[in-house]
Structures are given as structure tokens and as C-alpha cells.
């Protein structure tokens, strides 16, 4: 089984883009190509994208850790990995998490169309959430992280939050038993 280092890795390696000058980015794209018929190592990369749960406690209620909310562990993360699995099974050089997901719901591969659909719908929510909560965090000197303090939303967006966590988890579940990602262990 590979160590979760060379997982993440991997992932930051799959977003790679050049930025300036002249960089040739065919290797990368030759290995993308290779990737799409890797099963095992796509199931991998499956794995580690479902290794962050949403923070959901019995009867699908938000638990939060000091009434605060990561919201890269428990929805960004996510939905960018299982967008990069995606469009590796499908062989896309797409970087991007919501060109991903549009790939995604084009090939089926990975996640259905409806599932890519609901991820891409809330995907730019969820990241609104967390750059809001990052720019208060400025503007009141408290440190910066990818949390969001849940009683700094609104009742609808904590029931936003909340049913976009259940849609994560089911999805999740759902690629467990698809992937049979628990014999991989």
C-alpha cells in the first residue's frame, strides 16, 4: 500500500502548471495518459480523497471542534481529489477542480453525472465560505486558517453547509462500495 506522502505527492504533481517561460509540460501530460489505465493506482488516489470525511455526527448533525469548521478537510479536499481521479480515469489534462468535475460528469468513470454536478455546484460555495471567513480573520488579526466559525453563518448557511456535507458523505459512500476501496487496506 503506498504511504500517504506519496500519495499527496502524486496529487500535487497531477495539478502541476506552468506559471512562466517555456516549460514543456508534455512529460506530464504523457504520464496523465499512462495514469487513465492504472486501475490500482487511480483506486489509490480514490482512497486518499475519501480519507477526509465531512464532520457529520449521528443523524447527519454538524459536530464542529471548538464551534469551528475545517472546511478544506471536510469539503474542499474532497471534492478537488475525487474531481483529479476523475479526470485521470478519463485521461484529461484539465487542472482546474470545476473543468475537472465537467470531465467527470462527460466520461463517468468515477462519479456519475449527477454526483459530478452536485460537486461542482458545491465546490464555489463552500470556497466563498472559507475565503470569507479567512478575509475576517485578516481584517480582525486572528490567525488565518481554512476553518469557518460556525456562529458566524446565517442559519441557511449553516443548513447549506450542513446538506453540502451529506451530499459529500453520500457520494463518498457510495465510491466505497464501487471501488471496494476497503479491500485495498
Given at each position: 500500500m503506498p504511504q500517504a506522502q506519496a500519495l499527496l505527492d502524486a496529487a500535487i504533481f497531477f495539478d502541476f502548471r506552468s506559471v512562466a517561460g517555456n516549460l514543456s509540460l508534455e512529460p506530464i501530460h504523457a504520464i496523465v495518459i499512462a495514469a487513465k489505465s492504472q486501475k490500482l493506482f487511480l483506486a489509490h488516489m480514490a482512497r486518499g480523497a475519501l480519507d477526509f470525511y465531512p464532520p457529520l455526527?449521528?443523524?447527519?448533525?454538524?459536530?464542529?471542534?471548538?464551534?469551528?469548521?475545517?472546511?478544506?478537510?471536510?469539503s474542499?479536499?474532497?471534492?478537488?481529489?475525487?474531481?483529479?481521479?476523475?479526470?485521470?480515469?478519463?485521461?484529461?489534462?484539465?487542472?482546474?477542480?470545476?473543468?475537472r468535475l465537467d470531465v467527470a460528469k462527460a466520461s463517468g468513470l468515477v462519479l456519475s453525472a449527477g454526483d459530478?454536478?452536485?460537486?461542482?455546484?458545491?465546490?464555489?460555495?463552500?470556497f466563498q465560505l472559507r475565503l470569507r471567513a479567512q478575509l475576517l480573520a485578516l481584517a480582525t488579526k486572528t490567525p488565518v486558517d481554512h476553518s469557518v466559525r460556525l456562529k458566524d453563518l446565517s442559519a441557511l448557511e449553516q443548513r447549506h453547509l450542513k446538506e453540502a456535507f451529506?451530499?459529500?458523505?453520500?457520494?463518498?459512500?457510495?465510491l466505497r462500495t464501487t471501488w471496494q476501496l476497503d479491500r485495498l487496506a
Open positions: 455526527g449521528f443523524f447527519n448533525r454538524l459536530r464542529s471542534d471548538n464551534g469551528k469548521v475545517d472546511l478544506k478537510k471536510s474542499i479536499a474532497p471534492i478537488v481529489g475525487l474531481a483529479r481521479v476523475a479526470a485521470l480515469a478519463a485521461g484529461s489534462r484539465e487542472r482546474w477542480t470545476l473543468e459530478a454536478t452536485a460537486l461542482a455546484d458545491i465546490f464555489p460555495s463552500v451529506v451530499i459529500i458523505k453520500q457520494i463518498q459512500n457510495g
